[in-house]
């Protein structure tokens, strides 16, 4: 598994974490779990996580605007901190390929989710990138 990917299954892991317990304001450090061999993620993994932490209110109002009939919490807890992730990517990390972005959120979903929850975020974050990216 690449650093990027580990990275980015912390920053999931970190995000569930601060959702599950209400925690949006705890430090990123605390949210993040070092396991051995992610020292390489580590700088990336924060900058995303503390990117998504700081735009969380805005991310949201995107994740909904895009993702017709739902809102976020009636969504699975894995699948709207996915969608925060890459909503994040999609907006505010230009240095990350739009494909890139919504292929790696696709990803985690294959792990993390349900049967359809690939899908959905694919079309969610397609939505959102067409908004931003054109």
């Not at 990123?28 to 996580?49: K, N, V, Y």
């Amino acid at each position: 598994m690449g650093a990027r990917r580990k990275a980015r299954e912390m920053v999931l892991q970190g995000l569930y974490t601060a959702d599950l317990l209400n925690g949006w304001e705890q430090d990123p450090d605390e949210l993040l779990i070092e396991e051995p061999g992610s020292a390489q993620s580590l700088p990336f993994a924060r900058s995303l996580l503390e990117g998504v932490l700081q735009n969380r209110s805005d991310l949201d109002r995107r994740i909904e605007d895009c993702a017709s009939h739902w809102k976020l919490q009636r969504m699975n807890i894995v699948d709207r901190n996915i969608l925060r992730l890459g909503a994040f990517e999609l907006l505010h990390r230009d240095d990350i390929p739009t494909r890139v972005s919504i292929n790696e959120a696709v990803e985690l979903a294959k792990v993390y989710g349900d049967r359809e929850t690939a899908a959905f975020l694919n079309g969610v974050l397609d939505r959102i990138a067409r908004t931003v990216r054109g």
